[in-house]
């Protein structure tokens, strides 16, 4: 039960940097905002990989999809990242990097592939390694420009 009344909702609260991190570290799911022909944006709901160390964030995906092409044309994106209850989310600026698609099992990209991924047993890493090949497969790199986002300020009675 908060402390509202009738038409009193709860107001913003501001997040700091490292909550902000948390959120991002913590949710792998997010909606990525890149910018079709026409300047409409082009949502996609991906799974995304915050590196603290590097300001960015990586995205698996294939060469195919369309949003790789918008980011070929324009290489800025934005991500929402909300927590589970969607009550506080980070929104991420980037500009976007495209890595080479993976062209040889266990080549640097399928590396990189490979460690946005829980640990495999030798055998299925093995498999995993083969399988982005055949799928074409790339990493969105996103170097972050901006990083802001707001919570609500609850208030417990």
């Known amino acids: 039960m908060t402390a509202y009344g009738p038409g009193q909702g709860p107001g913003p609260a501001p997040l700091n940097d490292a ?29 995304q990989a915050f590196d603290a160390d590097a300001g960015l964030i990586r995205i698996s995906t294939t060469e195919d999809r369309l949003k790789v092409r918008q980011l070929r044309r324009d290489p800025r994106a934005v991500l929402h990242v909300s927590t589970p209850d969607h ?54 790199r996103l170097h972050i420009t901006r990083l802001h986002g707001t919570g609500l300020d609850l208030k417990e009675s």
């Open 87 to 140: 009550l506080a989310f980070a929104i991420v600026e980037a500009d976007a990097e495209l890595s080479a698609v993976t062209s040889e099992p266990g080549d640097a990209v399928g590396r990189e592939l490979l460690a946005l991924q829980p640990p495999f047993s030798p055998e299925d890493e093995r498999a995993f390694l083969e399988q982005v090949v055949k799928d074409r497969r790339l990493v969105i």
């Open 19 to 47: 909550a902000l991190a948390t959120i991002l570290r913590e949710n792998p799911f997010a909606v990525l905002a890149t910018t079709r022909r026409d300047g409409r944006p082009q949502l996609s709901t991906v799974a």
